[in-house]
C-alpha cells in the first residue's frame, strides 16, 4: 500500500484553527527533557493544584508558526478541561535546516521524534502534579507520529488521531496501541480515509478500545474551519476522550 505523508508546503494551508475557550489559559514557552536535547514546548497549566494529567499535542508538517494563535487556542481548551496540555516543537534545528532547502526528513527522523515524544511523555509522569496520565493529540503527521510513540511506550495511556495512519515508518507491525480516538473526513485526499480505518482495524485486532468517527464530506485538515459544526464536535470527542481515559483511580 502506497503511504502518503504531508508535506511541509502543503500543509502551511491545512493548520488547524481552533475556538477560544470561555476562560482563555495563556502558554509558556518552556524547555522539556528528552535524551536527544531539550525540547522546545509552550506549557498551558490547567486550574487548580490537584494532580491532573497532561497531553502532548504534536504539529503537522507545516509546524505550529503559522497558526500559532489557534493552536495556542486547543490548547488552552484542554488545560480548562483539567489537562495540563503542551504544544510539542519535535523538529530540531538541523531539521528545520534541511527542510528549509526542500529535504524531506519524515521518514528517516521518524523513530528519532517517536523517541523523543516517550522521553517526554515519562518525564511528565513523573512530576509531582501528575496523576500518572499521559495522552497524545496529534494532528496529521503528527497523528502518524503519536502512532509511533504510542506503540512504542507502555505509559501513554491514550491517544487522539486527527487524520493519521499507523506508524508505518517503525518498520515494524505495531504490537500495541492504548486507548485510541480516530478522526477522519471520508474526502480527504492526502491521507485517505481508508488508512484511518486501516489505524483502527489494527489496533482493534490487538485488543485496543477504539472510537472512531468519520465525517461526511471533510477534507484533510477539517478542523481547520470552526465555522463547521464538525471541527466543534471533533474539539468536543477529544476533551471528553481524553478526560474519561486520562482520569485517575477513582475519579
Not at 88 to 108: C, H
Not at 218 to 239: C, P, V, W
Request: glycine share 8%; charged share 25%; no cysteine.
Amino acid at each position: 500500500m502506497k503511504r502518503i505523508l504531508l508535506s511541509a508546503a502543503a500543509a502551511l494551508s491545512l493548520a488547524l484553527a481552533v475556538p477560544a475557550a470561555a476562560a482563555d489559559i495563556q502558554g509558556q514557552k518552556i524547555l522539556l527533557p528528552a535524551k536527544e536535547r531539550q525540547v522546545h514546548v509552550t506549557y498551558f497549566r490547567a486550574p487548580g493544584d490537584a494532580p491532573r494529567p497532561s497531553a502532548l499535542l504534536l504539529h503537522g508538517a507545516g509546524g505550529f508558526d503559522r497558526r500559532l494563535a489557534d493552536y495556542n487556542r486547543y490548547a488552552s481548551a484542554l488545560a480548562n478541561a483539567g489537562i495540563d496540555a503542551y504544544l510539542v516543537y519535535y523538529y530540531s534545528d538541523d531539521d528545520d535546516k534541511k527542510m528549509s532547502f526542500g529535504v524531506d526528513v519524515f521518514e528517516q527522523r521518524y523513530p528519532a521524534w517517536a523517541k523523543l515524544v516517550d522521553d517526554l511523555a515519562d518525564y511528565l509522569e513523573t512530576k509531582k502534579d501528575s496523576n500518572g496520565k499521559v495522552g497524545l493529540v496529534g494532528f496529521s503527521n503528527g497523528g502518524i507520529l503519536a502512532t509511533g510513540a504510542s506503540t512504542l511506550d507502555p505509559k501513554i495511556t491514550a491517544a487522539v488521531i486527527y487524520y493519521g495512519t499507523d506508524p508505518w515508518p517503525l518498520g515494524v507491525k505495531a504490537k500495541r496501541f492504548p486507548p485510541l480516538l480516530v478522526l477522519h473526513g471520508d474526502a480527504d485526499q492526502i491521507i485517505p480515509v481508508d488508512l484511518g480505518k486501516q489505524l483502527a482495524q489494527e489496533a482493534t485486532e490487538l485488543g485496543t478500545p477504539v472510537e472512531m468517527h468519520i465525517y461526511p464530506g471533510e477534507s484533510h485538515g477539517f478542523g481547520a474551519d470552526f465555522k463547521k459544526q464538525n471541527a466543534t464536535d471533533a474539539l468536543n470527542r477529544t476533551i471528553a476522550f481524553l478526560k474519561k481515559q486520562l482520569a485517575a483511580k477513582g475519579e
